[in-house]
């Protein structure tokens, strides 16, 4: 991910900075080492960010605390690149191949305990990508070629027995770090001549650990500077004693979290424990579901959350959705309390419960898709979590791998497939051979390994299910089994068999009730029909697609239906009708976030231009289609890659050289918003925030207020198109149209069809026209 910013104030650290910057001139491999709590993160990020401008492609952040699998280190990573997680080739050395023209500095954060795996794939990195430099942080070193290690201090503190001014104070990181913190808790705080002495004894005493003086700053709501050194005091000589030998700075730390957690009250305590099972961040749901047990009530929990945060326990992000998080080491120190109580199986139970029907909600295909899409992704470290724990567990294994199974499309579509590919394998390896979720595992893992192109062990695995299926009388698995089968089947040639299964999978699918699987069947038909080049045949089947689709409200799939429509159209020579099919798909593919979707679309779009002779426009759209393929990493299908071959030299043989160099990189180097805006025809400029015509703004002025399909319907009632014209347009029902025709007219003021059109009309001659013209 690109650098978060951080909700306090970074203080003092000159030096460190100092080293860390002439350091990574130096090197191209700088890892900061120190005991938790240190700081070390904080300066990473800070030494990062200050080192921007001197990165072309950007300063990543790889945020490895919650992963315990080194298997899934490089998928990790990639995926805080920003990158697609769909290709089996997502190894060290297709990461290097990725990004060995990349001027990139990347942190990896929190790596001791991955170290080996860190230090081979920060090896082969720096080895293969010569302008690549990577910040670690690591409480020990990696072991390296060419590693500089900085190791990250404590703050600086005054020296005991020396009497000085608050301006003397002040001096020292650590006063600072301090009188900063206290003046967020308590805001008329200031450091004198009566608080300066105890504010210096709590620095010393502490040993300048970042993390301790923030927890003692916190109790300043109730405790004077004074009252919190005697408390130190007396507490430190009794805690100070245990604790790894030589590490005078980990006891220090640990003896400062016992202090904190002696400090709260028995059910504060407690929900410490508690939240300490979570990986990552949580909300507020979430805590209530799990940490809600015993003596602790579900109404309880919001208090308790608020007095955590207060004390600085508990950190709250976000704004519009509130989530909470521990830092990794007052989470260890947690789990600590909860493993000494011997109840950690019990609360670890109730995690995998409650994300296991975060995951069984399956909203992938719905309207809901996007928020339960958006969940999915902020709680990804507690899904990861609780598989690895029901995994670990024989009596729980089988709901493992069903939790594992209803997050298939999840896997796929938001760049995870190794990991849920090495999830379901894992399931299976440990399931029970008659266990009834078996078949429904065996065609997930399949279907995964498809998707990564690994076509003979995914052939392997769905011809396992499909037998596995027919044998237990899971007509669902048959069909789902089937269905992937006969893709893989048609991909290695075997063309009829490949039809047949699908066809099989198809009726199947209907006996079930089962539209998913239905409107999959029905794409997957017309696609074979569209690399057969039967144009008609193939936009019957996505015609029957997207009507399934929108009686089960599908959007997502719809969108696939319209692309496979719109391939057809240009095929047949309607360039204007593909035009239009291919807009609509993006505009669902943006919304839906779905990056192959997007990058099918934009490439029919580019085969569209180049059949108008737009041959510049299709140049710039064929390379930003090929950048977007790169990144996922995959390829379109041979039989359509053929269109995609074709406009691209039909568009350079047009082009006199060097524009069309010129034209294909201004695509490669677009981001995807750029993109899509560029092939819809959108302006670059912002647009209106939507939500309705400002108050008293004139009939037809408010364009930002309509929604993309409002605005693609109202392009074609300009045409003069009727509703059921358009309906057959879009895909969809002329009830459905007539809708968007009524909001149209609300919107803009409107009583007839007439003033929308001379309203598009005049939309369209400043420059900014309709989706996929």
Avoid at 232 to 255: E, K, M, V, Y
Avoid at 494 to 510: E, I, K, M, P, S
Wanted: hydrophobic share 45%.
């Amino acid at each position: 991910m690109r650098l978060r910013g951080e909700l306090t104030e970074f203080v003092g650290r000159r030096s460190e900075l100092t080293q860390v910057r002439a350091a990574l001139g130096a090197a191209r491999l700088v890892t900061l080492t120190g005991p938790g709590g240190i700081g070390k993160t904080r300066l990473a990020i800070e030494a990062a960010s200050g080192a921007r401008r001197a990165f072309r492609d950007g300063v990543w952040l790889a945020e490895l605390g919650s992963l315990r699998d080194a298997a899934l280190l490089v998928p990790e990573v990639v995926r805080s690149l920003g990158l697609s997680d769909r290709s089996a080739r997502w190894a060290v050395a297709a990461l290097t191949d990725y990004l060995a023209d990349k001027q990139i500095l990347l942190v990896l954060d929190q790596c001791e305990h991955l170290a080996d795996a860190c230090a081979v794939m920060a090896d082969a990195l720096l080895r293969g990508c010569p302008e690549l430099r990577i910040i670690a942080t690591s409480r020990h070193v990696l072991g390296v070629a060419g590693e500089v290690t900085v190791a990250v201090p404590p703050m600086t503190v005054p020296a005991e027995g020396q009497p000085a001014t608050p301006e003397d104070l002040l001096r020292y990181e650590a006063v600072r770090l301090f009188t900063d913190r206290a003046v967020a808790v308590q805001p008329g705080f200031t450091l004198d001549a009566a608080s300066g002495p105890a504010v210096a004894g709590i620095c010393r005493r502490l040993d300048g650990i970042p993390l301790a003086i923030e927890l003692a700053a916190v109790r300043l709501r109730s405790l004077s500077p004074g009252q919190i050194l005697s408390r130190l005091d007396s507490r430190f000589p009794l805690l100070s004693g245990g604790g790894p030998a030589g590490q005078p700075h980990h006891r220090t730390l640990q003896a400062a979290l016992e202090w904190s957690y002696g400090l709260l009250t028995e059910a504060e305590q407690s929900m410490w424990r508690r939240v300490s099972v979570f990986a990552g961040s949580f909300d507020l749901d979430a805590a209530e579901a799990v940490c809600a047990v015993g003596r602790v009530a579900a109404g309880e929990i919001v208090d308790l959350i608020d007095a955590l945060v207060a004390k600085s326990i508990l950190l709250r992000t976000g704004h519009r959705t509130v989530r909470y998080r521990l830092l990794d080491t007052i989470g260890e120190f947690g789990l600590s309390k909860v493993r000494g109580r011997g109840n950690e199986r019990r609360l670890r139970l109730r995690h995998f419960r409650w994300y296991a029907a975060l995951a069984a909600r399956q909203e992938a295909f719905g309207p809901r898709r996007v928020p339960w899409i958006a969940a999915l992704d902020a709680d990804h470290e507690n899904l990861r979590a609780a598989l690895e724990f029901s995994l670990s567990e024989p009596s729980e294994i089988a709901l493992g791998a069903e939790m594992a199974c209803d997050l298939w499309r999840y896997w796929d579509t938001h760049g995870h497939l190794t990991e849920g590919r090495r999830t379901l394998i894992t399931a299976l390896e440990r399931l029970d051979q008659d266990a009834a979720v078996r078949p429904r595992a065996l065609w997930v893992a399949g279907y995964l390994t498809q998707v990564q192109g690994d076509i003979p062990a995914a052939c392997a695995l769905l011809e396992s299910a499909l037998s596995g299926a027919r044998a237990a009388g899971d007509v669902l698995a048959e069909a789902w089994a089937s269905s992937f089968l006969g893709w893989d089947l048609y991909l290695l040639g075997d063309h009829d068999q490949g039809h047949a299964l699908a066809q099989a999978a198809l009726r199947l699918h209907r006996e079930s009730a089962d539209q998913v699987g239905e409107v999959l069947a029905l794409m997957q038909i017309g696609y074979i029909h569209l690399c057969a080049d039967e144009r008609r045949q193939a936009a019957d089947w996505f015609g029957e697609c997207a009507r399934v689709c929108e009686d089960s409200d599908n959007a997502w799939y719809h969108a696939y239906a319209q692309w496979g429509l719109g391939v057809a159209a240009l095929l047949c020579g309607d360039h204007d009708r593909a035009g239009v099919l291919e807009g609509a798909a993006l505009s669902t593919m943006r919304h839906m976030d779905d990056p192959m979707g997007v990058v099918l679309c934009v490439d029919a779009l580019a085969w569209i231009a180049a059949a108008r002779q737009e041959q510049v426009r299709a140049l710039t759209l064929l390379g930003a289609a090929d950048a977007a393929w790169a990144a996922i990493p995959a390829a379109p299908a041979v039989p359509l890659r053929r269109h995609h071959d074709a406009a691209l030299a039909a568009a350079r043989k047009a082009v006199p050289d060097g524009e069309d160099q010129a034209a294909f990189a201004a695509g490669t180097a677009m981001s995807q918003a750029d993109v899509i805006a560029f092939a819809l025809g959108e302006s670059s400029r912002p647009t209106a925030r939507p939500g309705g015509t400002r108050t008293g703004a004139a009939p037809g002025t408010g364009r930002g207020s309509l929604t993309r399909r409002e605005q693609e319907v109202a392009a074609l009632v300009a045409q003069g198109l009727s509703n059921a014209q358009i309906a057959a347009m879009l895909v969809i029902s002329a009830r459905t149209v007539e809708t968007h025709v009524q909001h149209i007219m609300d919107k803009l003021g409107f009583r007839t069809r007439a003033q929308i059109a001379a309203w598009s009309a005049g939309q369209t001659d400043t420059g900014d026209p309709p989706a996929g013209g």
